[in-house]
Structures are given as C-alpha cells and as structure tokens.
C-alpha cells in the first residue's frame, strides 16, 4: 500500500523568508512544499505572517520550482485590535473560570465568533484570494481554535447566537450546566453539530472554487490530550474528521507538556499524533511538530528532536509534517540535520503503512455522553499509551465515532476501555469484527443497552474497587502463562460486562471473564493493569513487581487471528544504572514467546544483540508473512 510523503516548510517571518532564493533553497533541501502564514487584519505579531499579496507570491515562486504550497490560517485568534472596535463581534462564554463580566456571568472573550455571517463572509473572501494559486495542495483553517476552555467558559453567546436559538427553539440557550436537562443535553450536542458545520461550509466554498485543493482544521494540541472533555470545546473530532479533507495539530513537546502526562516530553509528539490518526481514518494527518525553542528557559532542542519531527508523525499514519517554522528551526543547532536526516527513512514510509497489532477504541462518546462533569479522560483515557508501550505491540486508536463508516479499519484484537457509550450499529461492528477472527477486550464498565445517539449515557452503576490484586481462579490457563507475580488492578469495575468462564477473582467477584461463542472471542477484565507498582506503606520509590503487563499481553495473542510480526521492548531499557537502582525497573524483559526476531539496525547503530544504544527504544522486527491468504510484506 503506498502512500505520497510530503514535507513542508513552514515560512512565517518576512525577513527571513521572503524572498525567490529562499523559496528556491527550500527546494535543493528537499522539501515538497512551502507553508505560508496568511494573515487576518492588524496583528501585533510584529513581522510574523504575510498579506494576501505576500502569499501570492510565494504561490508564484513555489510554482516556479515545482513546490505546492499550503495556506495556514487562523480566524477566531489573532483579532483582538479588530475585537477594541468591534466587540459585537466576539464570541460570548458562560463564565465557568468565575471571570463573568454581568449578572449573567457571561465573559467576551478576545476571538470572534465562528458563526456570525459577517465573520464568515469576511474570513471567506480572505480565503478566496489564494485559492486560485496553481501551487496550492491545502488550506489549514481557524489555527488552534474552539468554542470552549477548559477553565469552564464555553461558548457562544454572542447576539448572534442567541437569536438564532431562539428563533429554532423558541428559547433562549441554556446556561447552567444541567445534567438532568434535555434543553443543556440538546444544547451540547448542537454546539459541536455547528462547529462541525460551520467549517464543512467553508470547505464547500473552497472546494467549489478548487476541488483539488485539501481544506481541513488545524486544532490545539489539547482537543487530542485527553486534557479536557470535548464537549467543552464544542469539538467531535470524528464529526470533523467526516466533513474535512485534512485534520492537523501542533504537539509542541517542549511547549505543552502540562497538557499531556507523557514523559519524557518527546513522546507528546508520539502520542497526539497516534491520538488525532485514530480519528484520520481515510483522511489526511498533517503534523505540526515543534520547531523552536521553547520560551522561560525550557529545554534546547537538539539534533534528536529535528530527527523525530521528521519520522515520528510518518510512522504513525501522518501524511505531511509542517515543522514550526522552518524560520526558526535554521537558527537551532542540529535541528535541521536530524530532520534531513530523517528524510533517508522517506522511501520506507512511502512503501509501507503503519502496523498495528492491536486496535485500541478511543471512547468520546463514553466521555462526552457518559462522564461530562469530570476529567474521565485524563484519568480513564491517558493512561492507555503507557500501558500499551509496555505489553510491547504495535497499537494504534481509533475513535468510536468512526466505528460505522471505517470499521473495516480495525486491526487485530479491539481493547475497549470503559467504552459503555455506543449506539446498536457501532455494536453490531463490533461483534462482526469478534467474528472475523479479531476478538474484544473489555476492560471496566461496558455497554446495558445501545445508545441512541443523543442525550446522556449514564455508566452502568456497580461496586468500584481501588487499586485490587486479581487472584487467578484457574492457574493453568494459558492466559495465565508466565504469571507469577501478583496482577494488581489501578481500579476495578467488580459488575461482568460479559458472561462467561471466569478466570480470575476479586474479593470473590468476577474481575477476568472469557466466552467464545459463534467463533467469536470476548475478554472482559475488571480494570487497568498496574506497570508500576508500589505496596501501600512502602517508600514510593520501591516498585512492587506485577504481572498484569504479561497477563495482558497473552490476552491479546489468545484474541489476535495473527501472530505479531513486531515486539517493542519496554522503554527505558536495561543499562548499568537500572541494574545497580532495581527499584526503577518497572517491566519484565522476556522476548515475546513463539515469534522469532530480527533487530532492526539503522545506520551507524553497533551490530551486536540486546539494546543497541542505551537509552532508546530497540525494535525487533521479522517478515512479514501472515497466516492464511494475508498477502507477504517486508517492512
């Protein structure tokens, strides 16, 4: 399966980059296209950004050297001079943070709202004196914008907003946050049915003019962190991923980390763009890694991280990288050779497409629908990376919402995380799936009925149990093989999701059930494994060893149809500090029992077995060669 790699330069300072010979220079380093700032009014970015007839200059000039050019824009930020003058203008938020400015507590915020028709009209026209530019491939639309915070304020109550409800409801809009209401259920999901919509509409009117073109949304890194709810920011990103050509986010690693609980802090690249590819199903991903140095001292970036710009995104499904900016990454000692570096592997990513071993159900609705009062997602959700890293296989998401239209995308055996939210067809996709040959893990709380698509979804009610050792019921099952330490569970759901062969116990109640019926297989566990263990009482820096990281694993091989053609050792590795500190050894080491190895060896990395360098990841890898009619690739 091939597919078209594209790297862009992402041109933003005018006196760095305006000019022919920098758009030729681009060109000789290898890049495929320019990215180029369009600017909406009077900013006080002083020097940052360009004019209408700047950009379509560059789409001149990138033309001249066979480069396509994408357009990056923002439409709700950046306006605050225009908001002084026009604050009828702006969108109006409920004050959740407190910060609300009348008796109603409602808050102007400084961005426009999305929905007024003279901001539609104008941002529009702005839109359309580029898109005739024959260099043009994409245009990234409302650069890191929503409708809500994840202080509380949500949005929009502008005059604009509220007569518009008024006239479809004969009410104004709800403004507490109340759960037993049908209007404040109705009122959430309209609000992201608009966003969704509003951009879908500039897209047709891009797409009317140039369908050549890829119009898409280019979001905050925190929509894809598991950081707040969704609901908030009034964002479905399934819903968006249907409407648009292209998603993008912009995982500044050394930026965002108190969005994201993921250390060390490159991983946040890692991590969102494996989150955002699980809703791209079919679409375009493009990636904004970081590429400048980071404000208050932060770290320096280095050669390492240019590399992993450069190869990190394509490796998990990412079709174009847009580093940030090409300006400020050339005065970044090492940056830009790791990334150049990078671009040796290009071929390899253009031959080849992600593999997963297993599929992991990224359950919005379950967070949107089920659990909107609390940060369900950072608890619930944010922790599944980790624990995926450390069983070791190739993973990816895919998000509930895109279950119906991309179902066939699922790869191997479905985890499905507390998912207790989802409609009968999305079931109904599920168990064909199970049928197939792929089956399902449950882990926690599980579907009582099917879902209509609107309006709450309670979670099953049940007796919760913190951090609890499963004991086994039935030590010699093969799940059960090379377990020999205690599987201890972050918290359980003790309530079955599924009936079936219990194998495993809590305080005498179900916690590890499996049936298999109509050659289908099911697994429901009560909770998450432990991978990093410490007894109550103990000092926090001596790790109990588990084994719920092993039990897991053999769960997913008992599930999978194939066997697993990759295995990624734990990180960090064995190296001479974790055999002297035993404490921070928090994984086993065992090669993955029946499949043979090979190492996979870049350039310059010592020929010998183990860890070939101290401190990365070390992959094993074999041919490709599937069982059945599966066709046979190398990676």
């Known amino acids: 399966m091939k597919r078209k790699i594209r790297r862009t330069a992402l041109l933003n300072i005018q006196k760095v980059s305006y000019s022919r010979d920098h758009v030729a220079r681009i060109r000789r380093e290898g890049f495929t296209d320019i990215g180029v700032s369009l600017k909406t009014g009077k900013r006080k970015f002083t020097g940052q950004g360009f004019d209408a007839e700047q950009v379509c200059q560059f789409g001149e000039w990138a033309d001249e050297f066979g480069l396509g050019m994408t357009v990056f824009t923002g439409y709700m930020k950046y306006r605050e001079t225009f908001l002084r003058d026009h604050p009828e203008r702006a969108m109006v938020c409920v004050g959740g943070s407190g910060t609300g400015l009348d008796s109603d507590n409602l808050l102007r915020t400084k961005w426009l709202c999305p929905f007024q028709p003279e901001n539609k009209a104008e941002y529009l026209d702005l839109l359309r004196k580029v898109t005739g530019l024959p260099a043009l491939r994409e245009i990234h639309l409302n650069d890191e914008a929503a409708i809500g915070f994840a202080n509380g304020d949500v949005g929009c109550y502008c005059d604009y907003c509220v007569a518009e409800y008024e006239e479809e409801y004969g009410t104004p809009p709800p403004m507490d946050f109340d759960w037993e209401s ?14 969704t919509d509003v951009h879908s509409w500039f897209r047709e009117q891009i797409k009317y003019e140039r369908p050549d073109v890829l119009v898409g949304i280019q979001y905050s890194p925190v929509v894809v962190s598991f950081n707040e709810n969704l609901w908030r920011a009034g964002i479905d990103l399934a819903q968006d991923a249907l409407a648009q050509d292209v998603l993008c986010t912009d995982p500044y690693h050394y930026n965002h980390t108190s969005h994201f609980t993921y250390r060390p802090a490159r991983r946040i690249l890692t991590e969102a763009t494996r989150t955002l590819a699980g809703a791209t199903v079919d679409r375009s991903l493009n990636i904004y890694p970081q590429a400048f140095r980071p404000p208050l001292g932060g770290p320096e970036l280095t050669r390492r991280d240019g590399f992993m710009a450069g190869a990190v995104p394509y490796a998990l499904g990412a079709d174009n990288i847009t580093p940030y900016s090409n300006d400020l990454a050339r005065i970044i000692p090492g940056f830009l050779d790791g990334f150049h570096e990078a671009g040796k592997l290009i071929p390899c990513f253009e031959k080849t497409r992600p593999y997963a071993y297993a599929t992991v159900i990224n359950p919005t609705q379950t967070e949107i629908y089920g659990n909107p009062e609390t940060g369900w997602g950072g608890k619930a959700l ?61 882990v926690g709380r599980t579907p009582s009925r099917d879902w209509p698509g609107k309006g709450p979804c309670p979670p099953p009610e049940g007796k919760s149990i913190d951090s609890a050792e499963m004991r086994p019921v039935r030590p010699d099952h093969p799940f059960l093989e090379g377990v020999s330490h205690p599987v201890m569970l972050q918290s359980a759901f003790v309530e079955p999701g599924i009936e079936g062969e219990t194998l495993g116990e809590i305080h005498g109640r179900p916690a590890l059930v499996v049936k298999e019926e109509n050659g289908g297989r099911q697994v429901w566990m009560a909770g998450v494994p432990e991978f990093s263990y410490v007894t109550p009482g103990d000092h926090n820096g001596v790790r109990t060893p588990t084994d719920g990281i092993p039990l897991l694993r053999n769960i997913l091989k008992w599930l999978a149809r194939d066997v697993p053609v990759a295995r990624l050792w734990p990180y960090p590795p064995d190296n001479a500090y974790r055999d002297l500190r035993h404490g921070a050894v928090s ?36 041919d490709r060669r599937l069982h059945g009619s599966r066709r046979t690739e190398r990676l």
């Not at 049908?182 to 966003?195: G, K, L, N, Y």
């Not at 029992?593 to 996979?600: A, I, N, R, Y």
């Open 182 to 195: 049908e209007a404040w259920w109705a009122w959430v999901q309209r609000r992201m049915a608009r966003w």
């Open 587 to 622: 994984d086993d080491r065992r090669r993955l029992p029946g499949v043979p190895h090979l190492q996979l060896r870049g350039a310059g990395i010592p020929d010998k077995s183990g860890d070939a360098r101290p401190g990365r990841r070390t992959y094993r890898v074999t």
């Open 382 to 442: 944010a922790v599944w990376p980790d624990v995926m890293n450390h069983v070791g296989l190739p993973w990816r998401w895919h998000f509930d919402g895109r279950l119906t239209d991309a179902g066939e995308a699922l790869e191997g055996p479905a985890v499905l995380p507390d998912t207790h939210c989802l409609t009968g067809e999305q079931r109904a996709v599920l168990q064909g799936h199970a049928e197939s040959g792929n089956g399902l893990l449950w």
